[in-house]
């Protein structure tokens, strides 16, 4: 079965593939951009990128309610720990690791990840899934552009989640620029729109894909999916 992508808002990523569900990022409570709340979602993976408030979101509280266990790198797993989270996986740079829903490989990512209290979160990152069935998706989480995209890009990519809101991350030029590098089949733009500090316009960066790359640009509002 073709794994099914669904943009809860802002950075916050849900994954279904072979039965099971992923949530990347689990930023709900606070989150302008969706009306879920934390005890509608369901999932057995959390993914945290990095350390930022609007990424480890409410990672600790849908742990506790799923026994969902949080993949993280080794300080935001400690810290999730020291909030209660029951179960953590630590994953580091480069090296793929085998989870029941395919393989993963962490990759970087340009920007911080101080942890909400201030404590350091390690070094921010992204993900480069593998399902069971061989489709490669890419979650860039929070970063800049970076030229190794290009390596991530030789991968091979069936989806790429990109960030285009400008201010903290790449804006639209340089996300469009991105493309480019990793050649995705399918592209969805996210962290926009949540604040006016991050105001882009989805349809418009779509257009600019369409008409420069050979990806398929998918404009979701929070709420919508796509299956691959
Ligand atoms: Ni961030
Ligand atoms: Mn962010």
């Not at 790429?160 to 480019?180: E, S």
């Not at 790359?213 to 979701?220: F, M, R």
């Amino acid at each position: 079965m073709s794994p099914k992508y669904t943009y809860i808002g802002h950075g916050t990523h849900l994954l279904q593939t072979g039965g099971h569900t992923l949530i990347i990022d689990p930023f709900i409570n606070g989150n302008p951009a969706t009306t879920l709340t934390v005890d509608d979602v369901e999932c057995n993976f959390i993914l945290v990128t990095h350390g930022h408030g609007d990424h480890v979101g409410d990672a600790v509280a849908i742990a506790q309610r799923t026994g969902a266990p949080c993949i993280a790198n080794a300080k935001v797993c400690k810290w999730l720990e020291a909030q209660g989270a029951p179960k953590t996986h630590n994953i580091y740079f480069g090296g793929w690791q085998t989870f029941p829903f395919g393989r993963l490989k962490m990759t970087i990512a340009f920007h911080g990840s101080s942890l909400p209290d201030g404590s350091d979160g390690g070094s921010p990152g992204g993900y480069l899934m593998e399902t069971n069935e061989k489709e490669r998706i890419y979650f860039a989480g929070d970063t800049a552009l970076f030229g190794d995209m290009a390596l991530i890009g030789e991968e091979g990519l069936d989806l790429a989640v990109l960030p285009i809101g400008d201010h903290y991350t790449m804006g639209p030029d340089d996300a469009l620029r991105a493309v480019k590098l990793l050649i995705p089949k399918h592209v969805v733009p996210s962290h926009y729109n949540t604040w006016p500090v991050v105001a882009q316009d989805g349809e418009a960066w779509a257009k600019r894909v369409k008409a420069e790359t050979k990806a398929t640009p998918h404009v979701l509002k929070p709420g919508e999916s796509v299956t691959l």
